[in-house]
């Protein structure tokens, strides 16, 4: 499928934002202008005007025939995810998402009946979200559809939590199972590669539930709240790019070694399911796949029951899937078959990388 190769520049996507930003700017001049935490993480915070909040401040962008093409996601799908996929970010740090600028570069195919159903589909997230839209921008693009979204939000000063925050001895847990949204994009575009009676044979066994984990994600906000007010979170990140992706985050930025285990692995029913009857291992998709939007973060153990009891009240399910040690900075994963453990590869989806999953 799609690839980025180039002969000036071997980076992969997080190597180039290094590459742009780093040494930039100095950090007592980050510091002076508010800045609590940069790039690097989920969302910048920002200090509050003397209040006891600080701000959070995220932007995804989605492009047409990267994160969607017309067999895999309907026009309001598309605006749904848009904001989703930010208000997630927001959720990664703990905070309460507010506010939601919105640009898009509209290409000609993309008439005004397209991009009116775009803005319902992401005004139910931002009315499902409290998120006010305040803004944005717009052109013309020759070809595919841009849709980039600002999110900002506020956490309690203090409570942001980073990816920076995992030690050794603290569990390492996620918010939900992961693995559906990849399920789903690959029932989506087989459809899509299909024609006549085969296409409307796959069609008729779609897997819903796979389906709608791809097409409208469930940003964690209230999982994030709780951890960020009860200071429960250690470290934490948002499943865009895939469980590993994001393990190997928090492992770099917090300089600890996060074991996960193959059996803990939440898969869910349909997933299992649907990876057996195609020929995938559930397993790779919940590591590799992304776009779950779930929270993958690290705790200390003794937070755990009460971490589990208080997310179960708001019908949030905890699974751990491993804990922190400390050692060399990387992720390693615990086989389910033969209890080894073997360095797990930083694979996910990464923007200008051969490793990323093609489903
Ligand atoms: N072009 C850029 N210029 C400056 N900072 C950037 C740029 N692209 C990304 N960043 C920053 O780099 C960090 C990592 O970005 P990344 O997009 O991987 O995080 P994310 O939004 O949590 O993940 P995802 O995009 O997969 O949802 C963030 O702090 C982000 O603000
Ligand atoms: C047509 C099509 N092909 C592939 C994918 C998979 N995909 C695209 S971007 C991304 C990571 C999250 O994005 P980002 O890192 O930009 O936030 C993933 C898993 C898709 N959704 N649609
Ligand atoms: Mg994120
Ligand atoms: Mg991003
Ligand atoms: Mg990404």
């Not at 409208?216 to 007010?229: D, E, H, M, N, T």
């Amino acid at each position: 499928m799609r690839k980025w190769g180039s002969a000036v520049s071997s980076l992969d996507e997080f190597g180039r934002i290094r590459l742009w930003t780093e040494g930039r700017q100095k950090a007592d001049f980050l510091s002076r202008a508010g800045v609590v935490c940069g790039i690097g993480d989920d969302a910048a915070v920002v200090a509050g005007e003397g209040s006891g909040s600080e701000w959070l401040v995220a932007a995804d962008a989605m492009v047409e025939q990267v994160h969607f093409l017309d067999e895999t996601m309907g026009e309001a799908d598309v605006g749904f995810k848009a904001l989703a996929a930010n208000v997630s970010d927001i959720a990664a740090m703990g905070g309460e998402p507010k506010f939601a600028l919105v640009s898009v570069c509209v290409p000609p195919a993309w008439n005004e009946e397209r991009m009116r159903r775009l803005y319902d589909g992401l005004y139910e997230c931002a009315e499902r979200y409290g998120v006010a839209v305040i803004g944005g921008d717009t052109t013309s693009a020759p070809r595919d559809l841009v849709v980039a979204v600002t999110a900002i939000g506020t956490v309690e000063a203090g409570r942001a939590i980073r990816r920076s925050g995992a030690r050794s001895g603290q569990i390492v847990f996620l918010t939900g199972p992961t693995g559906l949204s990849a399920a789903g994009l690959h029932a989506l575009q087989r459809i899509g590669a299909a024609e006549g009676a085969e296409r409307a044979r796959l069609a008729d066994l779609l897997p819903q539930r796979l389906v709608q984990a791809h097409r409208r994600p469930v940003p964690s906000v209230k999982a994030g709240r709780i951890l960020a007010q009860m200071g429960w979170g250690a470290s934490l990140n948002d499943v865009s790019d895939g469980v590993a992706s994001e393990a190997w985050e928090i492992a770099e930025a917090s300089q600890v070694k996060l074991v996960l285990k193959e059996k803990l692995l939440p898969l869910s029913g349909e997933l299992t399911a649907y990876a057996g009857d195609n020929g995938l291992r559930a397993a790779d998709l919940a590591l590799f796949g992304g776009e779950d939007y779930v929270l993958l973060g690290t705790a200390d153990k003794s937070c755990e029951q009460e971490m589990r009891e208080r997310l179960r009240a708001e019908g949030i399910p905890l699974f751990v899937i491993g804990e922190v040690e400390a050692g060399q900075p990387g992720v390693e994963l615990e086989s389910a078959d033969t209890g080894l453990r073997r360095p797990l590869a930083k694979r996910g989806y990464n923007h200008f990388s051969e490793g990323t999953m093609q489903t």
